[in-house]
């Protein structure tokens, strides 16, 4: 639905809305397509379809994401992923968890905070990167300056407030990424849910 061309591209988007298509962001963050590449309607399954695409031929992607001046279209998140605080700030970890993860050090981060007081984050250390003990006051800064530079792109109630370095990196060898190096967050969640608390209760 869209595209960067040679000529019209903007690094960070995924390009303006193809010739014939709209877009627009819900309320709620949601980007929403309309066009000619749009289905109609899933087969037999008219509540299917009544879920995602209105009357009007508007279809709701999932992702969250948003239009900048020049109409090009930026993807901050999935909405089924978006984590509600106790305070009731809905918060995207894709975005925060992207920023986190660019710095060297860093390879994995899982921002956390779904019915908590406010957002934290697990993160592993990338061991070709850093092979020092996690409690490295140099490696702590490190990744602190990483946390404090993704909170710069995000309102205070949906900074990091607290995070924990892992004792060991996430792989698909060990079962907590895909075969497309995505975060089992489900998985993490279960198996770490004692360190995640103590990040609430510290």
């Given at each position: 639905?869209?595209?960067?061309?040679?000529?019209?591209?903007?690094?960070?988007?995924?390009?303006?809305?193809?010739?014939?298509?709209?877009?627009?962001?819900a309320d709620d963050g949601e980007l929403l397509f309309r066009?000619?590449?749009?289905?109609?309607?899933?087969?037999?399954?008219?509540?299917?379809?009544?879920?995602?695409?209105?009357?009007?031929?508007?279809?709701?992607?999932?992702?969250?994401?948003?239009?900048?001046?020049?109409?090009?279209?930026?993807?901050?998140?999935?909405?089924?992923?978006?984590?509600?605080?106790?305070?009731?700030?809905?918060?995207?970890?894709?975005?925060?968890?992207?920023?986190?993860?660019?710095?060297?050090?860093?390879?994995?981060?899982?921002?956390?905070?779904?019915?908590?007081?406010?957002?934290?984050?697990?993160?592993?250390?990338?061991?070709?990167?850093?092979?020092?003990?996690h409690d490295d006051p140099k490696l702590l800064a490190e990744?602190?300056?990483?946390?404090?530079?993704?909170?710069?792109?995000?309102?205070?109630?949906?900074?990091?407030?607290?995070?924990?370095?892992?004792?060991?990196?996430?792989?698909?060898?060990?079962?907590?990424?895909?075969?497309?190096?995505?975060?089992?967050?489900?998985?993490?969640?279960?198996?770490?849910?004692?360190?995640i608390e103590a990040l609430f209760t510290r």
């Amino acid at each position: 639905m869209t595209v960067n061309t040679p000529d019209q591209i903007k690094v960070g988007t995924v390009g303006r809305p193809l010739p014939g298509t709209d877009v627009k962001v819900a309320d709620d963050g949601e980007l929403l397509f309309r066009g000619g590449q749009v289905f109609t309607t899933y087969w037999q399954n008219d509540e299917a379809t009544a879920s995602v695409l209105s009357a009007d031929g508007w279809f709701s992607t999932g992702d969250l994401g948003d239009v900048d001046s020049d109409g090009f279209v930026k993807i901050t998140g999935r909405k089924k992923e978006i984590l509600v605080t106790a305070g009731g700030k809905n918060v995207a970890p894709a975005q925060l968890e992207d920023l986190v993860r660019a710095h060297p050090y860093v390879s994995q981060c899982l921002v956390v905070g779904d019915g908590k007081p406010f957002i934290a984050a697990l993160v592993t250390i990338d061991p070709e990167a850093f092979s020092g003990p996690h409690d490295d006051p140099k490696l702590l800064a490190e990744v602190q300056k990483a946390v404090d530079e993704a909170n710069t792109q995000v309102s205070r109630a949906e900074s990091i407030r607290k995070f924990v370095i892992m004792d060991d990196d996430w792989t698909e060898v060990n079962g907590y990424l895909t075969p497309s190096f995505k975060v089992k967050r489900n998985r993490i969640m279960e198996d770490f849910h004692d360190q995640i608390e103590a990040l609430f209760t510290r």
